[in-house]
T-cell receptor
Framework: GAVVSQHPSRVICKSGTSVKIECRSLDFQATTMFWYRQFPKKSLMLMATSNEGSKATYEQGVEKDKFLINHASLTLSTLTVTSAHPEDSSFYIC???????????FGPGTRLTVT | GDSVTQMEGPVTLSEEAFLTINCTYTATGYPSLFWYVQYPGEGLQLLLKATKADDKGSNKGFEATYRKETTSFHLEKGSVQVSDSAVYFCALSGTSNTGKLIFGQGTTLQVKP
């Protein structure tokens, strides 16, 4: 099946710094990628949708200047958490869609801890 | 707006017990419905799906039937194994074809030997 990778799997950063998370589709071209945030024992919350070569569409309440999303190619999207704060600590998951409609493939997630 | 509600967990069962995880939804039109599974430390994997009313999705012994009249998509398995221990998410994708998924809160299943 289709494989989506994320890097890094875990990252610890200090308050005020920025951290970049990569999401790659390894064996298919992802026309659309999605970024989710998962709180402990909670569901996934969609943050934004990104289409290759265009600006991301953010969900209501998500700060686009804080969570910068770039989808520069059909196999790579990045999420940059700028000026991170402890409340940004979370599990960030990406998914990618390509080919058949409705099929989304999820990455393994990135655990971000801001100290 | 569209939403998904799952039964509260955790669900603890003995091996070979029957499993039901309830899922109901609210949506306009005719959404597609999904069950995803998240094993410890891993990302979500699609378990099964149904795209229209009365469809039954099935995979690895799990089944769910799209019931439009009760707006439900309950997950069932006749005999669970320890390896089924995971978090299960019910989700829907609306009719706009944006690909957006709306997830339920997840139900943790723990199967004991």
């Amino acid at each position: 099946g289709a494989v989506v990778s994320q890097h890094p799997s875990r990252v610890i950063c200090k308050s005020g710094t920025s951290v970049k998370i990569e999401c790659r589709s390894l064996d298919f071209q992802a026309t659309t990628m999605f970024w989710y945030r998962q709180f402990p024992k909670k569901s996934l919350m969609l943050m934004a949708t990104s289409n290759e070569g265009s600006k991301a569409t953010y969900e209501q309440g998500v700060e686009k200047d804080k969570f910068l999303i770039n989808h520069a190619s059909l196999t790579l999207s990045t999420l940059t958490v700028t000026s991170a704060h402890p409340e940004d600590s979370s599990f960030y998951i990406c998914s990618a869609r390509g080919g058949r409609a409705y099929e989304q493939y999820f990455g393994p997630g990135t655990r971000l801890t801001v100290t | 707006g569209d939403s998904v509600t799952q039964m509260e967990g955790p669900v603890t069962l003995s091996e070979e017990a029957f499993l039901t995880i309830n899922c109901t939804y609210t949506a306009t039109g005719y959404p597609s419905l999904f069950w995803y599974v998240q094993y410890p430390g891993e990302g979500l994997q699609l378990l099964l799906k149904a795209t229209k009313a009365d469809d039954k999705g099935s995979n690895k012994g799990f089944e769910a039937t799209y019931r439009k009249e009760t707006t439900s998509f309950h997950l069932e398995k006749g005999s669970v194994q320890v390896s089924d221990s995971a978090v299960y998410f019910c989700a829907l994708s609306g009719t706009s074809n944006t690909g957006k998924l709306i997830f339920g809160q997840g139900t943790t299943l723990q199967v004991k030997p």
